[in-house]
C-alpha cells in the first residue's frame, strides 16, 4: 500500500533528522519518537484499510500503547534536551525542523 511506504520514508527521515548528540539516552528518544509514530499511523492505515479481525485488535493495541510511550518518551526527551542544553528545534519529535525534509 502507497500509504504505508510514505508513512516508512518520513519515519526513517524524521529518526535520522537531528543527527546524533552523542548521549545515547537522547539520542534513544530523538530516534524511538518518531518510529512508534510511525507505527501508529500504519496501524491506523490497518483500521482504514484492513479486515482480519485479529490484525485490527493487534493495530488497536498498538496504537494504544505506543501512543502512550510516546508521550512518556517525549516528556523525558524534553527534559533531558533541557539538561543538556541541546536545541529543541533539532528534534522532529519536540516539534522542530532543522533537519526535516517537505
Known amino acids: 500500500m502507497q500509504e ?3 508513512g516508512m520514508e518520513k519515519m ?16 534513544f ?8 509514530e510511525g507505527a501508529v499511523e500504519m496501524a491506523r492505515l490497518v483500521l482504514i ?3 482480519d479481525p485479529l490484525i485490527r485488535k ?3 493495541d498498538i496504537i494504544a500503547s505506543q501512543t502512550s510511550e510516546i ?3 517525549k516528556r523525558r526527551l524534553k ?4 539538561q543538556n542544553d541541546a536545541d529543541p528545534e533539532g528534534f522532529p519529535a519536540l516539534g522542530g525542523t532543522r533537519g526535516v525534509k517537505e
Open 49 to 51: 484499510h484492513g479486515t
Open 58 to 60: 493487534l493495530a488497536e
Open 29 to 36: 528518544l530523538a530516534m524511538m519518537i518518531p518510529h512508534h
Open 4 to 6: 504505508m511506504g510514505a
Open 71 to 73: 508521550q512518556t518518551m
Open 12 to 27: 526513517m527521515t524524521d529518526m535520522h533528522a537531528p543527527g546524533y548528540t552523542g548521549n545515547p539516552d537522547v539520542d
Open 79 to 82: 527534559i533531558l534536551s533541557k
